[in-house]
């Protein structure tokens, strides 16, 4: 597919994961296909049969927003995708694309894709301009963190690739974003999906574009630096204790993925919420012992003393360990129907804890196309996104989302029906 010969091992190839999002008919189906084809990351059947489609339909040329049609049809059809997925890979990095929904009443939907995503890609029609779509989609990948943004301003070959016209939504976007706070970085790039210019290969029809194309960016963007390499975080996933296995009687592990920090052995740690400190011993994992770890790593931990560890318990450092509290502020988007009200009673699940939660107070709402706080009388309605104050069954050591995204998120649960009616990025009081 593109042309890595069969069989061969991709697992140290740098992964990014980054959401689309974008109005209707922004070209966001077109933009995907563009890349999936260009990047030769499409199975030759697959190829044939947006070729063959394409001829019947009477399109005149290739159309790869196919590529994408079959995904949002089972949406329309009401089975459960929140988000389309798709994955390639080209020689310097694998992608995973989370295709968010762009309709204003699938908020909830962008924010599942964009929760876990590197990069944040909007698209603008440039004969649009920004549009309320655009400013909500960016808004909310500002309030997840989304460390990269870039601004594709899409169908360029529709305004006869006018340079004054990208300016002009470029200065659109930077007067209104001025208030963002979120993004280490925001690119803008001049692309006609459709044409392929500035998608995989440089555009000779935008020469007055200086920048690199959408891939190569999307190949070269700084990710390292992006995840909390400081603070240690580790929230226990799973105990090891074999058990039939007499060589490994003693032995007493801690499994999990490590969520910040540089972990070495030897350094003194603490278990929270206990507060019991004892030193790291050793690293290990299925491939053997290691002399350090760090995110997103998943290995097992074994400390000098025996301690009472179990799932749900986070390993620190005492020096820059996390908040333990029964109580925390957080900004949660409601993806129920039902609205979010003070009193309500909910299970929390934050890293591999759970607690139950009673909502103590609703004190504002985000409007996220103005980025105007407003009061929330009546509560959270679905898809609405404001700021609550929430009491806890029992302590959690947490993070500010700012912080570190994996210890400073959680999601709210019905306990009635165990659906994810809320999802929460902690901030600091």
């Not at 009477?58 to 798709?86: F, H, K, M, P, S």
Request: charged share 25%; with cysteine.
């Amino acid at each position: 597919m593109n042309g890595r010969p069969h069989g061969e091992d991709t697992s140290t190839t740098e992964l990014l994961r980054f959401a689309t999002a974008g109005s209707v008919d922004d070209g966001k189906s077109t933009l995907i296909g563009r890349l999936l084809h260009d990047a030769k990351s499409i199975l030759a059947d697959q190829l044939a049969h947006v070729k063959e489609t394409s001829e019947r339909r009477g399109d005149g040329e290739l159309n790869l927003a196919l590529l994408t049609d079959g995904l949002r049809a089972e949406r329309e059809q009401g089975i459960t995708i929140d988000v389309a997925y798709r994955s390639f890979q080209t020689d310097r990095r694998r992608f995973i694309i989370a295709d968010c929904p762009g309709h204003e009443q699938y908020t909830r939907n962008m924010v599942t894709g964009a929760s876990t995503a590197d990069l944040s890609l909007v698209l603008v029609d440039a004969r649009n301009g920004l549009v309320r779509q655009s400013r909500r989609h960016a808004a909310i990948s500002a309030l997840l963190r989304t460390p990269h943004l870039v601004v594709c301003v899409n169908k360029m070959d529709l305004v006869d690739y006018d340079e004054a016209i990208f300016d002009a939504i470029v200065a659109d976007f930077k007067q209104w974003s001025a208030q963002l706070d979120g993004f280490r970085e925001v690119t803008f790039i001049p692309i006609s999906a459709l044409k392929g210019d500035n998608v995989v290969d440089a555009s000779t029809n935008m020469p007055w574009y200086t920048g690199e194309p959408l891939l190569h960016h999307l190949e070269t963007v700084e990710i390292s630096g992006d995840r909390n390499l400081d603070d240690w975080r580790f929230p226990v996933q799973w105990v090891v204790r074999p058990q039939n296995d007499e060589r490994h009687h003693d032995y007493r592990g801690y499994s999990g993925t490590v969520a910040g920090g540089v972990l070495t052995p030897g350094e003194e740690v603490v278990v929270l919420p206990s507060g019991r400190t004892t030193r790291l011993a050793a690293i290990d994992t299925i491939d053997g012992p290691l002399d350090v770890a760090f995110p997103p790593q998943s290995v097992t931990l074994l400390l000098e003393d025996d301690l009472d560890v179990s799932r749900g318990d986070l390993i620190a450092r005492p020096s820059d360990a996390p908040t333990v509290a029964r109580e925390l502020e957080a900004v949660v988007c409601w993806m129920a129907d039902r609205p979010l009200q003070p009193g309500g009673r909910y299970a929390i699940k934050h890293t591999t804890r759970a607690a139950r939660a009673v909502v103590d107070s609703i004190d504002w709402r985000l409007n996220v196309e103005s980025l105007d706080r407003e009061e929330a009388e009546g509560g959270l309605s679905l898809n609405e996104i404001g700021h609550v104050k929430l009491r806890l069954s029992a302590p959690l050591a947490f993070d500010s989302y700012e912080r570190n995204r994996d210890t400073g998120s959680f999601i709210l649960i019905d306990e009635a029906t165990n659906d994810t009616v809320g999802a929460g990025m902690i901030v600091t009081p």
